[in-house]
């Protein structure tokens, strides 16, 4: 990671930013689909998130809650993963597949699927490696 005085520790310089409903849903997909790990996060008083930053190995995704102030958002994303199709699985739950995995001529198995915010999730894996 790159240090700078104006950058938090282990932060990226540039990082995806998400308005969407129902934050504590999306921390669960993000968790069970990429194994995200919450860094951050800021909740109500009754428990539910207003915003929350999620580390997926080498990155970050900072959500906030929709609000009056704040309009939904929606993202393309790609992410290379070990396993396409076990991901695939792991978002059953939240997420539909857009394009079934193939292998691309540039020896990715890729995929995308797109979550139930409306996100596309362009997942690969670099084959041989």
């Not at 930053?53 to 929606?74: C, D």
């Not at 001529?105 to 084959?127: F, H, M, P, Q, Y």
Request: charged share 20%.
């Amino acid at each position: 990671m790159i240090t700078k005085d104006y950058l938090p520790p282990n932060t990226p310089i540039v990082s995806n930013f998400l308005v969407l409903e129902d934050v504590s849903s999306f921390v669960t997909f993000a968790h069970n689909t990429f194994d995200a790990q919450v860094v951050k996060e800021h909740k109500d008083s009754l428990g539910n998130y207003l915003n929350a930053s999620l580390r997926i190995e080498n990155a970050i995704i900072t959500i906030e809650q929709v609000s009056l102030e704040r309009k939904p958002t929606m993202t393309s994303m790609l992410i290379y993963v070990e396993n396409v199709e076990a991901v695939i699985e792991n978002a059953h739950e939240y997420a539909s597949v857009k394009h079934q995995p193939t292998t691309n001529s540039e020896g990715e198995r890729v995929a995308c699927i797109e979550d139930k915010w409306g996100n596309l999730w362009w997942l690969a894996s670099a084959l041989g490696k």
